[in-house]
């Protein structure tokens, strides 16, 4: 056996985290509670949306042909018939030479196909004069003109923004069809790793992956379940991710993930399963295993948190999205380096980057360094097929 | 009193709900549930960060100066001392001619001021062959070197992404003082308006903006009541308002925000309290209120759920980050219009896009359509000062 990793590429080590995503369970649940979670399933509008052609404005509803030609100097005059009463249900009808009062939201009467806004009208005893002419449809959304009865207005695999909460809600889906939040085990591993509560000795390190871990999987719609710090023992790390493997749906376990004697992840990944993947051609984060255990997926981490994130932006984001029948969502930018960045052909880099006003600044930190993560936006991908990029060269920011 | 309203600047709409926001409540949460949470202190490191002289790699600690001038053809010769144990006390020490193996993140012996990589080391028996010389420092993060012991980290305000919470569990950031989610008060009025779970009759509409209030105020970190659907009657509103306001640290209002007779909002805003703008110069959404009542704010949004998300997004986000004392965090990009967006001089205008490839093309939808929320990826906002913008032109979109 090789002492070194067998790196793979990118876009391989998404292949498989895709591959080995388990089937997600569905329930339904309250519109109200479902923010940020998939529909399993599309919706669709129950009713034409709006229910009746619809005033956009306080105004008079018109017969849009009673207005033609009518101006300031030589308005045209129209006989009210009355208010319209909101949510009332009839709005009454009118006749030619008249109109109808109606509030914004308001239906309009038979025989209206306008309304003509109130800051253009004047009201004088029962009659109003219309300052300016209106065309049909003005200040007026019709039946249907939203949704049409049996219109899916949200597919299945969308995540629910309050955008899609409020459309749902409009087309009467109180409850809704959503993937079940999967459920992650987090395992931190290492000698050196000591509780966040606790002050570090010489050559200990606090157990920061768990929380970045745990936070990231919560970012992304899952449930974390921390299963705290093991030993570099193949035993305690066998029973912890045992263990793990019985609650939850997947596994991340950092730290172990090279190829060092201490190193257990992967030998106890493949007794209980089998390891997919041992080293991915990314920098940082090439000390990164895939694999299955008891047909869930396990993935390994490096031990460097910085490192560690980016293989979760990178890699794991794929497996978790996978899991929850979605796809990666990526708010990305476009800007220009303000820097050259070096970079070795065939290996994926990730440097990260901070933005100021379109123009992106590499941080050369070291990939272990903790300041990086928070003073950078961002990421920058380079391909494994380039050789670095150029000052001034357009790019895009994978923001965090 | 005028029938129309008077509208003010959208600054000074912003400048009224910073002003109004009440101060924040403090309280100390487990940094494991306090995602996206604000912090209401700055966190500093307790400890330098890493403690000790740390190994960024699987390698040989050397003194750099011993592989001077080594490479593939004369590599340099160094007498391995052993293996440094994870998380030891002491990692030893090495004396001129040297060498340690060191694991990722093991802690460099005394003497010792570079790694080189097991991939450019060879061993042979008890001996190190060094293929590559190394400069001081390389693979090596400095004691200190990420965060000396009383740096500030994380400074208060900041919401805490994961990334975040990662820099505070490794400076031992347990638990961690926050601003307490404030509560808002969520009410929609109007005789159309039913409940989502009913199907509406002639005239009526389902109540989407409860819903779409309550994500939104959920995805800014606030606390969402409800306090369901009130008739358009002075009583019954000034009931509802008075026991959100009694539960409640701020209160939104969504319908009854005009100057048609049947908008009681201003009016039982001013009983309770003082309305301090009706009416914003922004399209949609100019029927807005800001006011206090009971020394809360009170907002009064547009019955039009497309409007109201806009005056969410373009006004209430500020009240909302106020009163948690944070900045209000934007998403944006920019890109090219497809299409001219004409608009009025002295109207702030919030044109919904969406974007493909660095295009944003206008959605002219009527402001009421719901539609228009799920279509596009965001606004393009056109100064009052501007009478409109032109194909071609490079514009900030403001991302949902």
Redesign the interface.
């Known amino acids: 056996m090789s002492?070194?990793l067998e790196v793979v590429p990118v876009s391989e080590a998404i292949e498989a985290v895709r591959r080995i995503a388990p089937p997600p369970r569905c329930g339904d649940a309250p519109?109200?509670d479902a923010?940020y979670q998939v529909l399993a399933e599309d919706v669709s509008a129950?009713?034409d949306?709006?229910?009746?052609d619809?005033s956009?404005v306080?105004g008079y509803a018109v017969a849009a042909a009673d207005t033609a030609g009518a101006s300031e100097a030589i308005p045209a005059m129209l006989r009210c018939l009355g208010r319209i009463?909101?949510?009332?249900?009839?709005?009454g009808s009118i006749f030619p030479g008249s109109c109808r009062y109606v509030?914004?939201?308001?239906?309009l009467p038979e025989g209206a196909d306008a309304v003509v806004m109130?800051?253009h009208a004047e009201l004088i005893g029962d009659d109003v004069l219309v300052h300016r002419p209106v065309a049909p449809g003005e200040n007026v959304?019709s039946r249907g003109?939203?949704?049409r009865a049996g219109d899916v207005?949200?597919e299945r695999g969308c995540v629910?923004?309050?955008?899609?909460?409020?459309?749902?809600?409009?087309?009467?889906?109180?409850r809704v069809q959503v993937v079940t939040p999967p459920v992650v085990g987090i395992i931190s591993t290492?000698?050196?790793?000591v509780p966040?509560?606790?002050?570090?000795?010489?050559?200990?390190?606090?157990?920061?992956?768990?929380?970045?871990a745990?936070?990231?999987v919560?970012?992304r719609g899952c449930c974390p379940v921390?299963f705290g710090i093991v030993r570099?023992e193949r035993e305690a790390l066998e029973q912890a991710l045992s263990s793990a493997l019985d609650q939850c749906d997947a596994v991340l376990v950092s730290?172990g993930s090279?190829?060092?004697e201490?190193d257990n992840t992967a030998a106890v990944i493949a007794d209980l399963g089998e390891v997919l993947v041992h080293g991915i051609a990314i920098a940082p984060g090439k000390?990164t295993i895939i694999g299955t255990a008891r047909g869930k997926p396990v993935i390994g981490l490096p031990?460097?948190?910085a490192s560690a994130?980016v293989v979760l932006v990178a890699i794991v984001d794929h497996l978790l999205a996978a899991m929850r029948k979605t796809r990666v969502f990526r708010?990305?930018?476009?800007a220009r380096l303000t820097q050259n960045i070096p970079s070795t052909r065939g290996r994926e880099d990730y440097v990260r980057v901070s933005i100021d006003g379109?123009r992106a600044t590499p941080i050369f930190g070291?990939?272990?360094?903790?300041?990086t993560?928070?003073q950078s936006e961002g990421l920058v991908r380079i391909p494994a097929s380039s050789e670095g990029l150029e000052v001034g060269e357009e790019v895009e920011v994978i923001?965090?």
């Open positions: 002492l070194f519109l109200k923010l129950d009713i949306i709006p229910g009746f619809r956009t306080d009463g909101m949510g009332s249900t009839d709005p509030p914004t939201g308001g239906a109130i800051e959304v003109e939203d949704f207005v949200l629910l923004s309050p955008r899609e909460i409020g459309v749902a809600a409009a087309v009467g889906a109180e290492g000698n050196e790793i966040v509560a606790r002050v570090p000795g010489p050559g200990e390190v606090r157990d920061a992956n768990s929380y970045l745990g936070a990231f919560t970012e921390y570099d730290g090279s190829k060092d201490r000390p031990g460097h948190p994130y708010r990305t930018l476009r379109g070291k990939s272990g360094l903790l300041n993560l928070v923001l965090w």
